[in-house]
Protein backbone atom coordinates (compact mmCIF):
# COMPACT_ATOMS: atom_id res chain seq x y z
CA UNK A 1 0.00 0.00 0.00
CA UNK A 2 2.99 2.51 0.73
CA UNK A 3 4.17 1.92 -3.03
CA UNK A 4 1.10 2.89 -4.03
CA UNK A 5 1.12 5.86 -2.28
CA UNK A 6 4.51 7.06 -3.02
CA UNK A 7 3.11 6.61 -6.58
CA UNK A 8 0.36 8.39 -6.47
CA UNK A 9 1.93 11.78 -4.92
CA UNK A 10 4.51 11.75 -8.07
CA UNK A 11 1.85 11.49 -9.78
CA UNK A 12 -0.45 14.55 -8.24
CA UNK A 13 2.80 16.52 -7.39
CA UNK A 14 3.00 16.40 -11.31
CA UNK A 15 -0.08 17.69 -12.15
CA UNK A 16 0.14 20.99 -9.71
CA UNK A 17 2.46 23.95 -9.40
CA UNK A 18 4.40 25.27 -6.67
CA UNK A 19 7.17 23.10 -4.81
CA UNK A 20 9.78 21.39 -7.12
CA UNK A 21 9.52 17.68 -7.17
CA UNK A 22 12.24 15.03 -6.49
CA UNK A 23 12.73 11.13 -7.33
CA UNK A 24 13.40 10.18 -3.79
CA UNK A 25 10.23 8.43 -2.38
CA UNK A 26 7.77 11.25 -0.04
CA UNK A 27 7.59 10.74 3.85
CA UNK A 28 4.39 11.55 6.09
CA UNK A 29 4.33 13.12 9.27
CA UNK A 30 1.63 13.90 11.65
CA UNK A 31 3.47 16.94 12.83
CA UNK A 32 2.17 19.50 10.60
CA UNK A 33 4.16 22.31 10.89
CA UNK A 34 3.94 24.46 7.42
CA UNK A 35 3.58 28.26 8.56
CA UNK A 36 0.51 29.16 6.55
CA UNK A 37 -1.15 25.92 8.04
CA UNK A 38 0.00 24.79 11.24
CA UNK A 39 -1.73 22.05 13.07
CA UNK A 40 -0.47 21.50 16.38
CA UNK A 41 -1.93 19.71 19.11
CA UNK A 42 -4.29 21.62 21.45
CA UNK A 43 -4.68 24.00 18.89
CA UNK A 44 -8.39 25.72 18.83
CA UNK A 45 -10.15 27.69 16.27
CA UNK A 46 -12.68 30.01 16.91
CA UNK A 47 -14.81 31.01 13.86
CA UNK A 48 -18.15 33.00 13.41
CA UNK A 49 -19.75 34.10 10.31
CA UNK A 50 -23.12 33.03 8.06
CA UNK A 51 -23.71 29.87 6.35
CA UNK A 52 -26.88 28.78 4.49
CA UNK A 53 -28.77 32.52 5.91
CA UNK A 54 -28.20 31.79 9.36
CA UNK A 55 -25.12 32.82 12.11
CA UNK A 56 -23.09 29.96 12.40
CA UNK A 57 -19.96 29.40 14.78
CA UNK A 58 -17.22 26.97 14.00
CA UNK A 59 -14.91 24.88 16.26
CA UNK A 60 -11.91 23.38 15.14
CA UNK A 61 -9.63 21.52 17.28
CA UNK A 62 -6.42 20.39 16.14
CA UNK A 63 -6.12 17.19 18.59
CA UNK A 64 -3.45 14.58 20.30
CA UNK A 65 -4.63 11.44 18.40
CA UNK A 66 -3.04 10.09 14.59
CA UNK A 67 -4.52 8.11 12.21
CA UNK A 68 -2.58 6.39 9.48
CA UNK A 69 -4.52 6.11 6.54
CA UNK A 70 -3.05 5.22 3.07
CA UNK A 71 0.38 3.95 4.41
CA UNK A 72 0.65 8.30 6.10
CA UNK A 73 0.74 9.23 9.60
CA UNK A 74 -2.36 11.98 9.76
CA UNK A 75 -2.79 13.89 12.54
CA UNK A 76 -6.82 14.08 13.65
CA UNK A 77 -8.70 17.31 13.25
CA UNK A 78 -12.26 17.87 14.91
CA UNK A 79 -14.86 20.50 13.24
CA UNK A 80 -17.64 21.37 14.72
CA UNK A 81 -20.30 23.71 12.87
CA UNK A 82 -23.60 25.35 14.45
CA UNK A 83 -25.82 26.70 13.15
CA UNK A 84 -28.08 29.41 15.67
CA UNK A 85 -26.35 27.18 18.30
CA UNK A 86 -27.03 24.28 17.11
CA UNK A 87 -24.80 21.66 16.46
CA UNK A 88 -25.50 21.20 12.57
CA UNK A 89 -22.30 19.24 11.24
CA UNK A 90 -19.27 17.47 12.89
CA UNK A 91 -16.52 16.67 11.22
CA UNK A 92 -12.78 14.90 11.67
CA UNK A 93 -10.27 15.66 9.24
CA UNK A 94 -7.00 14.05 8.44
CA UNK A 95 -3.84 15.84 7.25
CA UNK A 96 -0.16 15.01 6.96
CA UNK A 97 3.23 17.06 5.83
CA UNK A 98 5.20 15.73 3.41
CA UNK A 99 9.22 15.38 3.82
CA UNK A 100 9.30 19.01 1.31
CA UNK A 101 6.82 20.73 4.04
CA UNK A 102 3.77 20.18 1.89
CA UNK A 103 0.20 19.59 3.84
CA UNK A 104 -1.89 16.75 2.68
CA UNK A 105 -5.72 16.69 3.14
CA UNK A 106 -6.07 12.42 3.77
CA UNK A 107 -10.14 12.34 4.06
CA UNK A 108 -12.69 13.26 6.11
CA UNK A 109 -15.64 11.96 8.26
CA UNK A 110 -18.73 14.66 7.96
CA UNK A 111 -22.18 14.06 9.59
CA UNK A 112 -24.78 16.39 9.09
CA UNK A 113 -27.48 15.82 12.34
CA UNK A 114 -30.69 16.91 12.67
CA UNK A 115 -32.47 18.63 15.18
CA UNK A 116 -32.43 15.33 17.58
CA UNK A 117 -29.03 15.23 17.23
CA UNK A 118 -29.04 11.79 15.02
CA UNK A 119 -26.71 11.40 11.68
CA UNK A 120 -29.10 11.93 8.95
CA UNK A 121 -26.17 12.60 6.39
CA UNK A 122 -22.83 11.57 5.79
CA UNK A 123 -22.51 12.42 1.85
CA UNK A 124 -18.80 14.27 1.24
CA UNK A 125 -17.15 11.52 3.32
CA UNK A 126 -13.89 10.30 2.16
CA UNK A 127 -10.22 8.23 3.06
CA UNK A 128 -7.54 7.98 0.74
CA UNK A 129 -7.27 4.52 -1.03
CA UNK A 130 -10.96 3.74 -0.39
CA UNK A 131 -13.22 3.31 -3.60
CA UNK A 132 -11.07 5.32 -5.41
CA UNK A 133 -10.60 8.55 -3.39
CA UNK A 134 -7.46 10.15 -3.68
CA UNK A 135 -5.29 12.97 -1.37
CA UNK A 136 -4.41 16.10 -2.24
CA UNK A 137 -2.61 19.21 -1.41
CA UNK A 138 -3.80 21.30 1.13
CA UNK A 139 -0.56 24.03 1.46
CA UNK A 140 2.34 24.33 -0.27
CA UNK A 141 5.70 24.88 1.50
CA UNK A 142 5.95 28.14 -0.01
CA UNK A 143 3.22 29.34 -1.59
CA UNK A 144 3.51 31.56 -4.72
CA UNK A 145 1.19 33.37 -7.10
CA UNK A 146 -0.62 31.13 -9.58
CA UNK A 147 0.21 27.58 -7.90
CA UNK A 148 -2.81 25.46 -7.95
CA UNK A 149 -3.71 21.89 -6.62
CA UNK A 150 -6.51 19.41 -6.00
CA UNK A 151 -7.12 19.34 -2.56
CA UNK A 152 -9.09 15.98 -2.31
CA UNK A 153 -10.61 14.05 -4.81
CA UNK A 154 -14.00 11.43 -4.48
CA UNK A 155 -15.86 11.46 -7.45
CA UNK A 156 -19.10 13.04 -7.33
CA UNK A 157 -18.57 13.34 -3.29
CA UNK A 158 -15.52 15.94 -2.98
CA UNK A 159 -12.98 17.52 -5.47
CA UNK A 160 -12.05 20.63 -4.19
CA UNK A 161 -9.19 22.60 -5.53
CA UNK A 162 -7.50 25.60 -5.54
CA UNK A 163 -5.11 28.07 -6.48
CA UNK A 164 -2.82 30.79 -5.17
CA UNK A 165 -3.71 34.90 -6.05
CA UNK A 166 -1.61 36.70 -4.35
CA UNK A 167 0.64 37.00 -1.01
CA UNK A 168 0.82 40.40 1.32
CA UNK A 169 -2.93 40.39 1.16
CA UNK A 170 -4.97 42.42 3.86
CA UNK A 171 -7.61 41.54 5.99
CA UNK A 172 -9.40 42.30 9.35
CA UNK A 173 -11.08 39.86 11.52
CA UNK A 174 -11.79 39.79 15.02
CA UNK A 175 -8.68 38.42 16.22
CA UNK A 176 -6.05 39.31 13.76
CA UNK A 177 -5.80 42.92 11.45
CA UNK A 178 -2.73 41.93 8.39
CA UNK A 179 -1.65 43.50 5.55
CA UNK A 180 0.61 39.99 5.06
CA UNK A 181 -1.89 37.29 4.30
CA UNK A 182 -1.99 34.83 1.76
CA UNK A 183 -4.83 34.97 -0.34
CA UNK A 184 -6.26 31.92 -2.19
CA UNK A 185 -9.24 31.10 -4.28
CA UNK A 186 -11.25 27.54 -3.95
CA UNK A 187 -13.89 25.66 -6.41
CA UNK A 188 -15.27 22.49 -6.91
CA UNK A 189 -16.30 21.18 -10.31
CA UNK A 190 -19.28 20.09 -8.28
CA UNK A 191 -20.71 23.43 -7.12
CA UNK A 192 -20.20 25.17 -10.59
CA UNK A 193 -20.44 28.85 -10.62
CA UNK A 194 -19.08 29.11 -6.76
CA UNK A 195 -15.85 30.44 -5.60
CA UNK A 196 -14.73 31.40 -2.36
CA UNK A 197 -11.67 33.33 -0.78
CA UNK A 198 -9.56 31.87 2.22
CA UNK A 199 -6.97 34.12 4.19
CA UNK A 200 -4.09 32.63 5.65
CA UNK A 201 -1.92 34.25 8.44
CA UNK A 202 1.49 32.96 9.10
CA UNK A 203 1.62 30.99 12.10
CA UNK A 204 -2.05 30.35 12.44
CA UNK A 205 -3.58 29.48 9.41
CA UNK A 206 -7.02 30.16 7.58
CA UNK A 207 -8.24 33.55 9.07
CA UNK A 208 -11.09 34.31 7.06
CA UNK A 209 -13.10 32.17 4.16
CA UNK A 210 -16.01 34.07 2.10
CA UNK A 211 -17.84 33.96 -1.12
CA UNK A 212 -16.53 35.37 -3.81
CA UNK A 213 -19.37 34.43 -5.81
CA UNK A 214 -22.63 32.33 -5.22
CA UNK A 215 -24.51 32.79 -2.22
CA UNK A 216 -23.41 34.69 0.17
CA UNK A 217 -21.51 32.95 3.54
CA UNK A 218 -18.57 34.06 5.51
CA UNK A 219 -16.29 32.61 8.10
CA UNK A 220 -14.01 34.58 10.60
CA UNK A 221 -11.71 33.92 13.03
CA UNK A 222 -12.59 35.31 16.41
CA UNK A 223 -10.37 33.38 18.56
CA UNK A 224 -7.52 31.09 18.82
CA UNK A 225 -5.85 29.13 20.98
CA UNK A 226 -1.93 27.44 20.42
CA UNK A 227 -1.07 24.15 20.70
CA UNK A 228 2.69 22.33 21.15
Given amino acids: MKRALIALTAVLLAGCGGSSTHSSPLRFSARVTNPWY ?25 THRTRTIDGAGC ?16 TTDYYTQDSQG ?12 DKQGHVKNTSGSWLAGVHGAKPG ?18 KGEAE ?29 PLEPGVIDHKYYARGIGTVLERTAKGPLERNELVSFRRGT
Fill in 137 to 154: IFMFTHPAPGHSARQEYY
Fill in 102 to 113: RVWYFGENTAEL
Fill in 38 to 62: PLLPGSVYVYRGVKDGEPSREVMTV
Fill in 160 to 188: DHFQVLRLEASVKVPFIVTKRALLTKEWT
Fill in 75 to 90: VVVSDLLYLRSRLEER
